[in-house]
């Protein structure tokens, strides 16, 4: 990697606004987690009955997940769309219009009539506003990543991304205890209320992403004319290699989180082997962790490269598929919350710290938005249907399905980090400090 191309990756020391870039972007990342996976949850425990009655209780939950995959469907289409426009037109206004929709769209759920009120319209109704929210949060991503990525300082992009990573974690834990508490309201309202509240977070959200600066990289780029026509179908053409070793990378984490915390969610309930509050509760323990893990984890991509530390979480994962089942059936709620958070925090949140880094170094300052969202939101077909394949496995080969399928998940991870480039190693490593200290050597003459 030369000089110039490290140029690409933004001003060396990063901008005055990198930290404030960094908790905008971490802010809204929060807020959409919370709208998204809060969905992941109400399947799990709630919208099989409220939707799909008068059915068997797994065929129910069955209908729910599927639901739930046809929103993560539709994020690649809202990765292409923002995507390009982050290239077209900049990064700040994806964030702010992503976020906006999102919201709107979870509130809605909230106000849904159920079967019981409507019939078959309300799962239609619900479908059309899960796509929606898919639609949404596939945008949201490859803009918040890239605009915290292009302000940060050359050595710290794994802990300024890590920051980001980390309101992902933040919005399940908000998630997780919003649920644990509605769970004691009655009737829809267990339901109803997580949903209906994340208008405030929108709103707090909308505010602090209204005073974020557009990215450096951009502007240079827009200043240059370097603007492609078509960002979408250059990058397709140019760097569709890293698009697959993405879209591998990708799978290992996010459908690895499917089967270990989504179908998790409705194996302990439908299982009897834990009440939803323990399960809530093992979530929330978990997701606080997972705040500081995932940060820790960006950190430590900045020391030794992201490729390490990519390689080490998907062949812990692997390793940890049977005995993450065989831990659960012991039935010990100690036990249930040791595996949720070995999990969550090893095995997919060493995985998403390396992502925020990782991802745009693979790609062309013109085209970073497309390709990065591309190569995020493609994956999101496979984990959006994996609780659903997930549960139709476990019917005919009982926990050992979920368990190989969470493994052949993680394998497909570490092949695509084994065939994926170290963009930070110790060639790049030190051309960064070269650059630095002739930097302070310009400043000091």
Request: charged share 15%; with cysteine; net charge positive.
């Amino acid at each position: 990697m030369s000089s110039e191309a490290l140029e690409m990756r933004g001003p060396i020391h990063g901008t005055k606004d990198a930290k404030r870039v960094a908790v905008g972007s971490s802010v809204g990342a929060t807020i959409e987690t919370y709208d998204f996976i809060g969905f992941g949850t109400a399947a799990a425990l709630y919208f099989g009955h409220a939707f799909f009655p008068g059915t068997d209780p797994l065929i129910g939950t069955l209908a729910a997940f599927a639901t739930l995959g046809v929103g993560f469907a539709a994020r690649p289409l809202g990765g292409i769309i923002g995507g390009h426009l982050g290239d077209k037109i900049g990064r700040k206004p994806v964030l702010v219009t992503s976020l906006i929709v999102m919201g709107l769209a979870t509130f809605f759920i909230g106000l849904l009539p159920t079967y019981d009120q409507v019939g078959v319209l309300a799962p239609i109704l619900l479908v059309i506003v899960r796509i929606v929210q898919g639609l949404a949060f596939g945008a949201e991503w490859g803009g918040a990543i890239l605009m915290t990525y292009e302000h940060a300082p050359w050595k710290q992009k794994g802990r300024f991304t890590g920051i980001v990573q980390s309101g992902f974690p933040v919005g399940l834990l908000l998630a997780n205890l919003v649920f644990l508490v509605s769970v004691q309201l009655p009737g829809d309202w267990g339901w109803r209320v997580p949903f209906l509240a994340s208008l405030l977070l929108v709103i707090v959200g909308l505010i602090i992403r209204s005073k974020v600066p557009e990215s450096p990289v951009f502007e240079d780029v827009k200043k240059s004319g370097d603007i492609v026509k078509s960002p979408i179908k250059e990058v397709i053409r140019t760097d569709w290699r890293n698009i697959l070793r993405g879209i591998g990378l990708r799978i290992a984490e996010t459908a690895g989180y499917a089967v270990s915390v989504t179908y998790m969610i409705s194996y302990l309930h439908t299982t009897g082997l834990a009440a939803n509050w323990e399960t809530l509760t093992a979530l929330s323990i978990a997701s606080a962790i997972g705040i500081f893990a995932t940060y820790g984890w960006g950190r430590l991509t900045d020391r030794i490269g992201r490729r390490s530390v990519y390689l080490f979480a998907c062949t812990f994962a692997a390793l940890f598929g049977i005995p993450m089942f065989l831990m659960v059936n012991t039935g010990s709620f100690l036990m249930i919350i040791a595996t949720i958070i070995v999990s969550y925090a090893i095995c997919q949140n060493s995985m998403a710290g390396s992502q925020g880094a990782w991802f745009p170094e693979l790609f062309q300052a013109k085209t970073r938005s497309s390709g990065a969202s591309l190569a995020y939101q493609i994956s999101a077909m496979v984990s959006g249907f994996t609780p659903f394949i997930t549960t139709l496995l476990y019917m005919q080969f009982g926990w050992m399905g979920p368990a190989v399928l969470f493994i052949a998940y993680a394998l497909i991870g570490l092949w695509a980090a084994l065939l994926t480039k170290e963009t930070w190693g110790a060639r790049e490593r030190k051309l960064a400090d070269q650059a630095i200290a002739a930097d302070a050597q310009k400043c000091d003459a």
